[in-house]
T-cell receptor
Framework: NAGVMQNPRHLVRRRGQEARLRCSPM?????VYWYRQLPEEGLKFMVY????????ESGMPKERFSAEFPKEGPSILRIQQVVRGDSAAYFC?????????FGSGTRLTVV | GEDVEQSLFLSVREGDSSVINCTYT??????LYWYKQEPGAGLQLLTY?????DMKQDQRLTVLLNKKDKHLSLRIADTQTGDSAIYFC????????????FGRGTSLIVHP
């Protein structure tokens, strides 16, 4: 059981480029949650997905951000035309009955 | 709306007990969680408590829940330097999409 796998661990992008963050949930889990952690802030919910469906995207910025969880393959969080304010740690979690299992995160740095 | 508040820092001596406090606002919370985040790592679930419980003990960890005051605490007995981390409180309401809301985290610093 490999747990929740996120890649890459670190990602550096120039302003205006695109960032793609990947998350593979725990085996047998079909629910994925993306959170963002800004420096010295808590975790902010972004989006909740099930296979091929977005269930709740109330925490997603209206522009430049999108997420998908296809039938096959990992969930992808996509940030277009990145800006310095997008620099943060992005965590993915998959749920089980007694809590959420988090991946180790992707640390995005926009230069 | 949901809101979870924690103090930002706690400093203790090695061997002492640490108590990390959390308050929440959603009275329909069913699960309350404590997560630990070590530097550069993801969040690790430490323990959780159902809203119909007052206390839960797991080795050095004791969770106390005062549902009337919407107050949750995590006590770590015999705190060690390896306990230095950020501790997040989270609550999950019974309604809506069951998405937990996290506090900002308490940085626990353990010094010799």
């Amino acid at each position: 059981n490999a747990g929740v796998m996120q890649n890459p661990r670190h990602l550096v992008r120039r302003r205006g480029q695109e960032a793609r963050l990947r998350c593979s949930p725990m085996k047998g889990h079909s629910h994925v949650y993306w959170y963002r952690q800004l420096p010295e802030e808590g975790l902010k919910f972004m989006v909740y997905l099930q296979k091929e469906n977005i269930i709740d995207e109330s925490g997603m910025p209206k522009e430049r951000f999108s997420a998908e969880f296809p039938k096959e393959g990992p969930s992808i969080l996509r940030i277009q035309q990145v800006v310095r304010g997008d620099s943060a740690a992005y965590f993915c979690a998959s749920s089980r009955a007694d809590g959420y299992t988090f991946g180790s995160g992707t640390r995005l740095t926009v230069v | 709306g949901e809101d979870v508040e924690q103090s930002l820092f706690l400093s203790v001596r090695e061997g002492d007990s640490s108590v990390i406090n959390c308050t929440y606002t959603d009275s329909s919370s069913t699960y309350l969680y404590w997560y630990k985040q070590e530097p550069g790592a993801g969040l690790q679930l430490l323990t959780y408590i159902f809203s119909n419980m007052d206390m839960k003990q797991d080795q050095r960890l004791t969770v106390l829940l005062n549902k009337k005051d919407k107050h949750l605490s995590l006590r770590i007995a015999d705190t060690q330097t390896g306990d230095s981390a950020i501790y997040f409180c989270a609550e999950q309401a019974s309604g809506g999409s069951y998405i937990p809301t996290f506090g900002r985290g308490t940085s626990l610093i353990v010094h010799p």
